[in-house]
C-alpha cells in the first residue's frame, strides 16, 4: 500500500483537483538502524578503502519535497522526509535553494522551495522548508553516524554568499571537502579521518570564491532523467563532462504531464532493474555509478540497490 497516496495524488491531479496527505511527525520515525560493521565507511569496512568516486550512494531527487514537509503533490517528490530518509540509508541528498519572496534576498529567507523562478514568482508558493532548519537537521544526522559520508547537489537560486552563510550558520561549513579538478578523489576512510565527510555539488558553474560548490558539470556528469518508461532509460551522458569519475544515474520516471510519477516508484525503483542498470552503466563506462537518484524512495529499495552495487567487486 505504500503507493496508494501517491496514485490518488495523481489521479487528483489529473482530475485538477487539489489533494493533501496526511504527515508523518517527525518524532516518531523509526531511530537510526545501526552500522552492518564496526568501523565501517557507509555501511561497509570495504568501503573505507575505496575512493569517493568508486562508491555507489542511495540518494532521494528532491529530498526536501516531502508530504511531510507540507509540500504536496505536483510540486512532492516522496512522502517522508529527512530523517526516515536518513534512517533507511540514504546518504545523497538533491536539494533546491530560494528566496521565499521574489526580491527580498536576505540570509534570513534563504528557503528548500522545488520550482524554478521563470513564472514570475517563487516556486515556494507551492511550499516552503526552511533551509537552515532543514540543514541543521541533517548536520545533527552526521553527527549521529560520524562513520558515514555524505553528499548534496543544490539547485541554486540565491546568492553564492548567502548560501555558504546558510551553511556556516548550521556549522556543515566546516565539514566540507574541497577538491581539486583532475586530482584523485579521496577514500570514505580518509574523508572521515580528515573531518571532512560532505562534498556539495551545484548546478550553476563553476564560481573561484566558493571552491567549496564544486561545479556540477565540471567535476562529474549525469545521465538523462524522467523518462516515460523504464525501458527508456539509459546510460548515456545528458550533461557534464563523462570523462569524470563521479556520475549520477538519474532513475525517476515522468507521469503524462511530464512531472514526476508517483504511481510507479515500485517499478522505477525495484531493486533488481536498479542493479541490472547500474551493472549496465558499470561496464559502458567502466565504473559503478556514483549516486542512484531516484524520486518516491519509499517504495522499492533503493538503498538494497546500492548496498548490492557497492559489494560487487566487479559487474555480472
Known amino acids: 500500500m505504500r503507493g496508494y497516496r501517491g496514485v490518488a495524488c495523481f489521479i487528483g491531479l489529473l ?22 560493521e564496526e568501523g565501517a565507511c557507509n555501511g561497509l569496512i570495504v568501503l573505507c578503502d575505496r575512493s569517493y568516486a568508486d562508491v555507489t550512494f542511495p540518494e532521494t531527487h528532491n529530498a526536501f519535497s516531502t508530504y ?32 521565499e519572496t521574489l526580491g527580498d534576498e536576505r540570509v534570513e529567507t534563504v528557503r528548500l522551495c522545488h520550482g524554478d523562478d521563470d513564472r514570475g514568482f517563487s516556486p515556494c508558493t507551492y511550499g516552503t522548508v526552511n533551509a537552515e532548519a532543514w540543514l541543521s537537521q541533517l548536520m545533527s544526522l552526521m553527527e549521529s553516524s560520524p562513520r558515514d559520508v555524505v553528499t548534496l547537489l543544490v539547485e541554486n537560486y540565491v546568492q553564492p554568499d548567502h548560501l555558504q552563510a546558510v551553511f556556516e550558520n548550521t556549522g556543515m561549513y ?6 581539486s579538478m583532475n586530482t584523485e578523489w579521496p577514500t570514505l576512510g580518509e574523508l572521515i579521518a580528515q573531518e571532512t565527510p560532505l562534498v556539495v555539488f551545484w548546478e550553476q558553474g563553476e564560481d573561484l570564491s566558493h571552491p567549496w560548490i564544486h561545479d556540477f558539470l565540471t567535476h562529474s556528469w549525469t545521465t538523462n532523467f524522467a523518462e516515460e518508461n523504464t525501458e527508456d532509460m539509459n546510460c548515456d551522458p545528458l550533461r557534464g563532462d563523462p570523462e569524470q569519475a563521479v556520475f549520477h544515474m538519474n532513475n525517476w520516471l515522468r507521469g503524462p504531464l511530464g512531472l514526476s510519477d508517483p504511481s510507479r516508484g515500485d517499478e522505477a525503483n525495484n531493486v533488481d532493474f536498479l542493479v541490472e542498470r547500474a551493472t ?24 538494497a540497490a546500492a548496498l548490492a552495487i557497492n559489494e560487487l567487486e566487479a559487474p555480472i
Open 15 to 36: 482530475l485538477m483537483a487539489g489533494c493533501v496527505t496526511p504527515t508523518v511527525p517527525i518524532n516518531e520515525q523509526e531511530e537510526p538502524i545501526a552500522p552492518v
Open 68 to 99: 511531510e514537509d507540507g509540500i504536496y503533490y505536483p510540486a512532492a517528490n516522496h512522502q517522508t522526509g529527512l530523517v526516515a530518509q536518513w534512517n533507511a540509508g540514504m546518504r545523497a541528498f538533491m536539494i533546491d535553494t530560494h528566496y
Open 174 to 179: 566546516d565539514r566540507i571537502f574541497v577538491h
Open 280 to 303: 549496465e552503466c558499470w561496464i559502458q563506462h567502466g565504473k559503478r555509478p556514483t549516486f542512484i537518484a531516484v524520486d518516491w524512495w519509499e517504495d522499492g529499495d533503493v538503498v
